[in-house]
């Protein structure tokens, strides 16, 4: 039946009938906040540091990274994914592994101040390591060195096991070598962490988007650029590909990241594996809607709560993401 027996806008009349028709929801248990943990040299002793690129989001020192952690859980936030700021980097990124590293000794603070608050941890090198790239190095004949594939997985794996002893609640490997979510299944599963979940960033793409994240994390590679590891923005079905060998090494979750140009991708990978989505809304994109909002060209609170709806309609079951704290708020107080 069309027009004009059939009639869209009937249930559209009111807020209460647009309440109970509504297909997605949004809710602050579904969302993840991203922090930066810096040792204190990196940030010159301070407490806080404000990224010139992401205004509201702080480079931390230990007991700021404390505090957030506890804000956003009283915000219903559902936890934080956190990144290292090493003052010392070096060619293996050993400080990444380190059972004193910031990263580690952040997780074991949070857990204790916190302990219903999820932590996350990201799996990487690149904060670590003196070049920037995600793994180490080598060098055949007169070429220029390229990322070690295999030699980085066992790195990534000790990374994974010392975070899952500080007590990380879930593991994140986002370096994009082949191989390393069964990695550090079997390492983690060998040391005694059978129960921690991996949450693969599967399909993460080589992206001008992250230019922000590496200012803060200060991880921009010294040469070179990541898409010898990190997918080509142009290829759907290999995500989808990438999401499956993750799901058959041992991931609990697969991620896409960037998120708002990658909608398509959140659908097609949440509809092949099946498992738990995340979508990481990424640095860039942050960025980019608090300069509109800054600049008065967009609202922002409605433009957020859009776009993460967007996403959960898309299909991502958890949304990482750096507006997490201002929607949850927003999300309390709804009209
Ligand atoms: C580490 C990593 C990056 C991001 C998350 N983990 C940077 C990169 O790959 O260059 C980006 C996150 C963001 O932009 O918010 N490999």
Known sequence: MGFPQTRMRRLRASASLRGL????????????????VC???AIHGAEREPIATMPGIDRLSLAAAVAEAREAAALGVAGVMLFGVPA????????????????????????????????????????????????????????????????????????????????????????????????????LDGEGFSETPILAYSAKFSSAFYGPFREAAGSAPAFGDRRGYQMDPANGREAVREALLDVQEGADMVMVKPALAYGDLIHAVKQATGLPVAAYNVSGEYAMVKAAAAAGYIDERSAVLEILTSLRRA???????????????????QT
């Open 88 to 187: 010392e980097k070096d060619a293996s990124g050993s400080g990444a592994w380190d059972e004193d590293g910031i990263v580690q000794l952040a997780t074991r603070a949070i857990k204790q101040a916190v302990p219903d608050l999820l932590v996350l941890t990201d799996v990487c090198l690149c904060e670590y390591t003196d070049h920037g790239h995600c793994g180490v190095l080598r060098t055949d004949g007169a070429g220029a060195p390229t990322v070690d594939n295999d030699a980085s997985l066992e790195l990534l794996a000790r990374t994974a096991v010392s975070l899952a002893r500080a007590g990380a609640d879930i593991v994140a490997p986002s370096d994009m070598m082949d191989g390393r979510v069964g990695a550090v299944r079997e390492e």
């Open 315 to 333: 299909g991502a079951d958890t949304i990482v993401t750096y507006h997490a704290k201002d929607a949850a708020q927003w999300l309390a107080h």
């Open 21 to 36: 028709v509504r297909e997605t929801d949004l809710r602050a248990g579904a969302l993840v906040l991203p922090l930066f």
């Open 39 to 41: 040792e204190a040299a």
